[in-house]
């Protein structure tokens, strides 16, 4: 099947850094995506991963490995609004694939 | 506002009921897709469309699912039959073909499904 597993819950404060991974069980993946949502709102794009490496945007940074199945989200200094859930999905023809995301919160 | 935009935002029905939801995608969009979200986990793909035709459904959306894109620009939703396990978050996103197998979505504010 396909599957990507990230950390349900992750907590660090202002100013911090901190790293998401997220691991995937699947073939056909063309990519690996970063979507972001806070309660009650719609998913938003924050990254895109095609080839193995890092991009860049901003505060934010996604890596992916291919050989590993293996990407991670890179937030650098924190803000309290960064306080949301943080979703990979694998990029699959059209469709996107999602984790079961990772709830950050940022403490003062 | 030339965001996606979803109607109704919210929907409460009484089992057995059937509901349409309605989805209108950013104007110069050509993919258009329905994903289903409950609380907790992540974007469950249904659905999506590449103008009007209709180019994947998944495997977990049963027959009283349906949807359509009659005129490749907004599309529906419709739930027949509806079961309290049919409660959730329904989204749907637009974007264009892309290249690469790269494709931002757009998604919109969903409609919020409960069954009674």
């Known amino acids: 099947g396909q599957s990507l597993e990230q950390p349900s819950e992750v907590t660090a404060v202002e100013g911090a850094i901190v790293q998401i991974n997220c691991t995937y069980q699947t073939s056909g993946f063309y990519g690996l995506s970063w979507y972001q949502q806070h309660d009650g709102g719609a998913p938003t794009f924050l990254s895109y991963n095609a080839l193995d490496g890092l991009e860049e945007t901003g505060r934010f940074s996604s890596f992916l490995s291919r050989s590993d199945s293996y990407g991670y989200l890179l937030l650098q200094e924190l803000q309290m609004k960064d306080s949301a859930s943080y979703f990979c999905?694998?990029?699959?023809?059209?469709?996107?694939?999602f984790g079961q995301g990772t709830e950050l919160s940022v403490k003062p | 506002d030339t965001g996606v935009s979803q109607d109704p935002r919210h929907k409460i029905t009484k089992r057995g009921q059937n509901v349409t939801f309605r989805c209108d995608p950013i104007?110069?969009?050509?993919?258009l897709y329905w994903y289903r979200q409950t609380l907790g986990q992540g974007p469950e793909f249904l659905t999506y469309f590449q103008n009007e035709a209709q180019l994947e459904k998944s495997r977990l959306l049963s027959d009283r699912f349906s949807a359509e894109r009659p005129k490749g620009s907004f599309s529906t939703l419709e739930i027949q039959r509806t079961e309290q396990g049919d409660s959730a978050m329904y989204l749907c996103a637009s974007s264009t073909t892309g290249t690469g197998g790269y494709n931002e979505q757009f998604f919109g504010p969903g409609t919020r499904l409960t069954v009674l």
């Open positions: 999905a694998g990029n699959q023809g059209g469709k996107l694939i």
């Open positions: 104007s110069e969009h050509n993919r």
